[in-house]
């Protein structure tokens, strides 16, 4: 998903979401279309909605929380 390069589009309640929950291999289908409403960019989900978080993106999430984000003051799109 490269939430990395997607992280200043998300709105504060999805970059909530991922911080409180770094542990996370499979995104809800209600994450995926907020980051999908954010970034403009369908991601590849499974056959429930779901969307597998890469390595990478999972280090990305981690590396947020253990750093305490600050999480972005945008609203959602939608």
Known sequence: MRIKEQWDQLDGATQQWLVSNPGCVLLPPSVVAAIGRATKVD????????????????????????????????????
């Open 43 to 78: 991601g590849q989900t499974g056959p429930h909605g779901e969307a597998a978080l890469s390595d990478e993106d999972r280090t990305f999430i981690r590396s947020k929380a253990h750093a305490g984000a600050v999480v972005s003051p945008r609203r959602p799109n939608g």
